[in-house]
């Protein structure tokens, strides 16, 4: 490798996004590891290449994590740009979502992520270099009905990239969550990333079989394009330059723009009654 190219380690690169992320990063010169749960499905789906390595990967087994990581730097020498991508989407209300759906939805899309880095940070710190680049959502930074379970997973994992810059920073290593709108990928599609709500209680039905036909007519409608947002991530990375959050389409950000004006509007509404808190001097 020349000075300009990477190694590149995706999750979730079977499908949708990540096969994106990939094949752009692929595109550009760079090497990459691409994991899944199947290594099989990966490399169909990426393709074949000279520079890549194909890996089956549970992101929620801390073990497997590791054993990928050894992987990639026994093939490549080095891992430079962490991409966690892989999660799913536990539709429903609050109410009607199971317990044991909540929590693997945790399991998923924020302990996996968090067994992943945790992995290849070893590998960063030794070369004081690196980007980890989580892929949250905009349901991350906004709370959106029928999504409690995947937006309480998604909030979490702004809050540990928001905090965990600090921890990376003396040691060369950026970091990056990007917040997409609705981009055209599988995470709508039924058996494939999104499912629905196990427990049934009446008060809830109609709104959930209306809401239920309504997300599944989005699917294939949604106005993001997850090639053009692939070739924007690689080209932030290769800028050297991360911003901390990335804002990923129109949708998403005006929808950003919105929420932060109405944040505003609560401060300025409050600011009297909050500032009168502190102890009398």
């Not at 892929?135 to 540990?160: D, H, M, N, P, R």
């Amino acid at each position: 490798m020349n000075n300009n190219t990477k190694v590149w380690f995706i999750t979730g690169a079977s499908r949708g996004m990540g096969v994106d992320i990939a094949r752009a990063a692929l595109s550009d010169g760079h090497s990459v590891v691409a994991t899944g749960r199947s290594a099989d499905r990966v490399l169909a789906s990426v393709g074949e290449h000279e520079n890549l390595l194909a890996l089956s990967l549970d992101i929620t087994d801390p073990d497997a994590a590791a054993d990928a990581a050894r992987a990639a730097v026994d093939r490549f020498g080095r891992i430079d740009v962490l991409v966690n991508n892989a999660g799913n989407f536990y539709a429903g209300y609050f109410e009607n979502i199971s317990p044991a759906q909540f929590r693997a939805q945790m399991e998923t899309n924020f302990f996996g992520p968090l067994n992943v880095t945790r992995a290849i940070l070893p590998v960063m710190r030794a070369q004081r270099s690196g980007q980890v680049i989580t892929v949250t959502s905009s349901a991350g930074l906004i709370g959106q009905e029928f999504c409690a379970a995947y937006a309480a997973s998604k909030f979490a994992l702004e809050g540990w990239m928001e905090s965990l810059r600090f921890d990376l920073e003396p040691f060369g290593i950026s970091t990056m969550a990007v917040e997409p709108g609705f981009f055209r990928t599988e995470l709508l599609v039924e058996g494939s990333s999104t499912i629905w709500p196990e427990l049934d209680i009446e008060d809830y039905a109609e709104r959930t079989t209306q809401t239920v036909a309504a997300w599944k007519s989005m699917n294939g409608q949604q106005g993001g394009d997850p090639k053009k947002l692939a070739q924007a991530l690689v080209a932030l990375s290769d800028s050297g330059h991360l911003p901390l959050r990335f804002v990923a389409g129109a949708d998403a950000t005006a929808g950003v723009e919105q929420n932060l004006a109405t944040i505003q509007g609560q401060l300025d509404a409050n600011r009297e009654l909050s500032a009168s808190l502190s102890y009398d001097v």
